[in-house]
């Protein structure tokens, strides 16, 4: 079974501060995406990336950063978190781009204060 | 940017009875994916349907799909309390390299 992790299930920050947010996936997927989810707007893409080192701006970039060293592991890095950032963050990862299944993590949700 | 609308947006129905939700988007499709939310967790993958598909099943998931009519719909046959989740359809438009996701249908279902 695929199974997509992420760091921290509940997060609370303050204004200001740096957030990393750490997903692995165990299926040596090519593709990582980094969504938020928000009641009333669904989920919007963040950022994604195809490889290692490679990452494409999804819908809404701003305010975020990505790393991606190693295959398995996709960060999302908020550089001053915002009390608009507060979410549900959900990361998720698959095999062939957006054209096959997606496999998700539970979830982090992040609240800044 | 967000394409796949799912409607009806809420339902409530008892168990043991099917539920419809559908789906409707605005461009031309590669393939349309069906993925259930239980509350407050990550999504999971239910069904995928290919844009020269008509219809597919899965267990008690019966998923159609009208590209004439950019539509597709969701059939829960037999409905059990575990059914309760949120619903969403994702679509991805031909030459694109990302899902776009509808807002999510909630579905209530009465032991």
């Known amino acids: 079974d695929v199974k997509v992790t992420q760091s921290s299930r509940y997060l609370v920050k303050r204004t200001g501060e740096k957030v990393f947010l750490e997903c692995v996936q165990d299926?040596?997927?090519?593709?990582m995406f980094w969504y938020r989810q928000d009641p009333g707007l669904g989920l919007r893409l963040i950022y994604f990336?195809?490889?290692?080192?490679?990452?494409e701006k999804g819908d809404i970039p701003e305010g975020y950063s990505v790393s991606r060293e190693k295959k398995e592991r996709f960060s999302l890095i908020l550089e001053s978190a915002s009390t608009n950032q507060t979410s549900m963050y959900l990361c998720?990862?698959?095999?062939?781009?957006?054209?096959?299944?997606?496999?998700f993590g539970p979830g982090t949700r992040l609240t800044v204060l | 940017s967000q394409q796949g609308e799912e409607d009806p947006q809420a339902l409530s129905i008892q168990e043991g009875e099917n539920a419809t939700m559908n789906c409707s988007y605005k461009?031309?499709?590669?393939?349309l994916q069906w993925y259930r939310q239980n509350s407050g967790r990550g999504l999971v993958h239910l069904i995928l349907?290919?844009?020269?598909?008509r219809e597919k099943h899965s267990g008690r998931l019966r998923v159609t799909l009208d590209t004439s009519k950019k539509s597709s719909s969701l059939l829960i046959t037999a409905s059990r309390a575990a059914d309760t989740a949120s619903y969403f359809c994702?679509?991805?438009?031909?030459?694109?390299?990302?899902?776009?996701f509808g807002k999510g249908n909630q579905v209530v279902v009465i032991p």
């Open positions: 998720a990862s698959s095999s062939a781009g957006a054209r096959d299944t997606q496999y």
């Open positions: 299926m040596d997927h090519e593709n």
């Open positions: 990336s195809y490889d290692v080192k490679m990452k």
């Open positions: 461009t031309s499709i590669n393939n």
């Open positions: 349907i290919r844009s020269n598909e």
């Open positions: 994702a679509t991805l438009p031909p030459g694109n390299n990302r899902l776009a």
